[in-house]
């Protein structure tokens, strides 16, 4: 009996230090992030979805804390797909009590990184698992998969320079399913026809990507709940 209990306490202590090991290294990177109350930046947006065609924009992104955040072009007009889609992680890093999963090391971008999984506490959460990989030396988030119960599985890669040492990329690719696409309210959109097409005729299986390239942050000023108001 005490053989087993040894043996069973040998293959269930490492996961248990693997975990709280992680949980720290999440709570570095919550307080790198947590640095960040608001802000606003220029950025050029690319989108790249078969039956969308639009030129390279610039544009105005805007974050405030815990969850606000929107994507504006000229007009005023959110133009992030609906449906519980965001390239901000930041928001994510708002809500406490997340089980935290290891899930191993892999290398991205040059470097090696932990896998994490992030299950939510609330059964009611849009976010059904969020997984990612996190540079242990910067506390940087290189890439996350993200599971939702309205939009499916979307991916997000993150570059960074300048303003990395707050946790804000200087660039993000946004990877997500074509079908799962939800134009917001107010967007103008030429399909490559030049004719209108009902989503019934888009491609279901096919993969679209944002790009949205950052520059001149201005960070922790004041923004008015309003800018957000039509991010719906």
Do not use: H
């Not at 975990?19 to 950025?43: D, F, H, I, P």
């Not at 405030?64 to 133009?79: A, H, L, M, W």
């Amino acid at each position: 009996m005490k053989y087993m209990l040894v043996t069973l306490l040998l293959i269930v202590a490492p996961f248990f230090l693997f975990a709280q090991k992680e949980e720290e290294l999440v709570k570095k990177v919550k307080s790198k992030l947590n640095q960040v109350n608001s802000y606003e930046a220029n950025g050029i947006i690319k989108i790249d979805v078969s039956f969308i065609k639009a030129p390279n924009s610039p544009v105005r992104v805007y974050y405030k804390k815990p969850d606000k955040f929107t994507v504006k072009k000229e007009g005023g007009i959110s133009i992030l797909p609906k449906g519980g889609f965001s390239t901000n992680l930041n928001s994510l890093f708002m809500t406490d009590g997340y089980t935290i999963v290891p899930a191993g090391e892999t290398n991205l971008q040059g470097s090696k990184v932990k896998i994490i999984k992030l299950l939510p506490p609330d059964e009611s959460s849009n976010i059904v698992v969020a997984t990612l990989y996190i540079d242990e030396k910067e506390l940087l988030i290189k890439k996350s998969v993200i599971t939702t119960k309205e939009s499916g599985t979307y991916e997000m890669i993150m570059l960074y320079g300048k303003y990395s040492t707050l946790g804000l990329p200087d660039k993000i690719d946004f990877i997500f399913s074509v079908k799962d696409y939800k134009l917001p309210k107010g967007v103008t959109i030429e399909y490559e026809s030049g004719e209108k097409k009902s989503s019934a005729a888009r491609p279901g299986n096919q993969k679209g990507k944002i790009e949205i390239t950052y520059s001149n942050y201005v960070i922790n000023k004041e923004i008015v709940d309003s800018v957000f108001e039509n991010n719906k």
